[in-house]
């Protein structure tokens, strides 16, 4: 256990206002997960609008659960709550610095996150170094990642009332879950498996982001972007009508075509193998996972092996293929309130793959009550393509990171407050470049800010 106390001076903050601090947040590229083309630095418009990280003080703890990496962040004005991290694909447990943990450590909650215990290691065996495919090390597995975040959990919960119980934090600590794609899986599976088998109840609500839907014989993230690997050359740079049909057959929404070129470079034959890899580890023609993201000497993505699913068929393969998914799929038996928010213009996260289907499955487990929906119109999966000027120039698109902080608001009311948010909806873009939209009155709005 590393224990460091931030106690201000020389600019030593708990939040990414400390330099320090930021720079481990933006590691790995994690700045593209904020919306940060998305604003005017001088006039404080958009994201700088939004990003007031705070003088806070307190102390952070770096450990090792499970055999993953975590963080736990703890206020001096702790107000006796916690909030645990889904984190994105394969990142660090620092991925989601900007986007929950300065938001909530200055609204005085202590903050946790984990690599999803899927650490890589470098030449040297550092433990805190990351593999870009922490799925190929051995005895990773999605499996695991939600072991890991309710073990993350477990052991801030008790970290906390050991060091903190007070009058007020007598038994039990609070705890929220605020999830990102892969990471809003796992929220999902938290929140639907809390309490059973005769484990204690943990969490009292969630909100998750983009969540990724595994389900072993439905649609899923391996059936979807095997079709779109299918059709993806001829679609985009053969001109093919038929493929660009397939491509929304496989869940593509119409509207989102200026994105594609960017997800064929970086994204759908990289995800697709990595998961298509660990669930189907016997398929035929599998790659050693470098080659994943190959490019040429223009710096082009290697379209060289995209054959290899020309054949390819999750139906088709064997039923344990199936099995290894289901023993990881959702279920929708929410046991807290669960609020979804998802990207109408998401190309990688399929929303009629995995958030309506997702919606469909709360209501036939019976759950509905607990559950809202909100997809937002122009959203897309990763927030740093908004505006980004080789991607977005015509600036359509618009960012998901305000909706989630209305979100966490609506559900912190819910719980505490049993104030209901409003019923699922579809949200649509405000007319104003720096406004959002607010998901209750429906009015145009600044986005709220880090500042508590």
């Known amino acids: 256990m590393n224990v460091q106390i931030f106690d201000g001076k020389n600019e030593n903050?708990?939040?990414?206002k400390n330099p320090a601090q930021l720079a481990a947040a933006m590691v790995d590229g994690n700045i593209g997960?904020?919306?940060?083309?998305?604003g005017n630095e001088q006039e404080k418009t958009g994201?700088?609008?939004?990003?007031?990280?705070?003088?806070?003080?307190?102390?952070?703890?770096?450990?090792?659960?499970?055999?993953?990496?975590?963080?736990?962040?703890?206020?001096?004005?702790?107000?006796?709550?916690?909030?645990?991290?889904?984190?994105?694909?394969t990142r660090g447990e620092t991925s989601t610095d900007l986007l929950f943990s300065d938001y909530v450590l200055a609204k005085g909650y202590a903050f946790v996150?984990?690599?999803?215990?899927?650490?890589?290691?470098?030449?040297?065996?550092d433990p805190f170094a990351k593999a870009k495919n922490a799925l190929s090390i051995e005895g990773a597995s999605l499996a695991k990642w939600n072991r890991q975040f309710r073990a993350t959990v477990c052991y801030a919960q008790e970290y906390l009332l050991t060091h903190y119980k007070t009058?007020?934090?007598?038994?039990e600590i609070p705890t929220y879950g605020m999830g990102i794609s892969?990471?809003?899986?796992?929220?999902?599976?938290?929140?639907?498996?809390?309490?059973?088998?005769?484990?204690?109840?943990?969490?009292?609500?969630?909100?998750?982001?983009?969540?990724?839907?595994?389900?072993?014989?439905?649609?899923?993230?391996?059936?979807?972007?095997?079709?779109?690997?299918?059709?993806?050359?001829?679609?985009?740079?053969?001109?093919?009508?038929?493929?660009?049909?397939?491509?929304?057959?496989?869940?593509?929404?119409?509207?989102?075509?200026?994105?594609?070129p960017y997800h064929d470079q970086y994204y759908w034959f990289l995800t697709l193998n990595i998961y298509r890899d660990h669930f189907d580890f016997q398929a035929p023609k599998r790659l050693q996972w470098p080659e994943y993201l190959a490019l040429n000497e223009q710096g082009i993505r290697d379209r060289s092996h995209d054959y290899i699913f020309e054949k390819y068929s999750y139906a088709k393969r064997p039923q344990k293929v199936k099995d290894k998914v289901k023993e990881i799929e959702n279920t929708g038996e929410l046991t807290a309130p669960?609020?979804?928010?998802?990207?109408?213009?998401?190309?990688?996260?399929f929303p009629s793959v995995h958030a309506y289907p997702y919606e469909q499955l709360v209501k036939k487990a019976g759950k509905a009550k607990l559950h809202r929906h909100y997809v937002i119109e122009n959203g897309n999966h990763i927030d740093g393509l908004v505006w980004n000027e080789n991607v977005d120039p015509n600036r359509k698109l618009q960012p998901m990171l305000p909706y989630v902080y209305q979100a966490f608001e609506l559900l912190i009311k819910w719980v505490e407050d049993t104030v209901n948010p409003p019923e699922s909806h579809f949200v649509h873009a405000p007319t104003e470049p720096y406004k959002i939209t607010n998901l209750k009155t429906k009015q145009h709005m600044n986005p709220l800010t880090t500042q508590g």
Do not use: C
Request: no cysteine; net charge negative; glycine share 10%.
């Open 113 to 125: 996150a984990s690599d999803k215990g899927t650490p890589g290691k470098d030449k040297e065996g």
């Open 47 to 89: 994201w700088y609008h939004m990003y007031q990280p705070q003088e806070i003080t307190g102390i952070q703890i770096r450990d090792r659960v499970e055999d993953g990496n975590i963080v736990l962040r703890i206020p001096d004005n702790w107000n006796g709550k916690l909030v645990a991290a889904g984190i994105p694909a």
């Open 167 to 171: 009058v007020q934090v007598a038994s």
């Open 338 to 349: 669960l609020i979804s928010v998802t990207a109408a213009y998401d190309a990688l996260i």
């Open 33 to 38: 997960l904020a919306p940060v083309s998305w």
């Open 182 to 260: 892969n990471g809003g899986y796992v929220i999902r599976y938290a929140i639907e498996n809390d309490g059973k088998n005769g484990e204690p109840r943990l969490f009292n609500g969630a909100v998750e982001w983009e969540g990724v839907l595994w389900r072993a014989e439905d649609p899923n993230l391996i059936t979807s972007l095997t079709k779109v690997i299918q059709s993806a050359k001829a679609a985009l740079y053969d001109g093919n009508s038929e493929a660009v049909h397939s491509l929304y057959e496989a869940g593509l929404p119409k509207g989102t075509e200026f994105l594609w």
């Open 13 to 16: 903050w708990l939040t990414t």
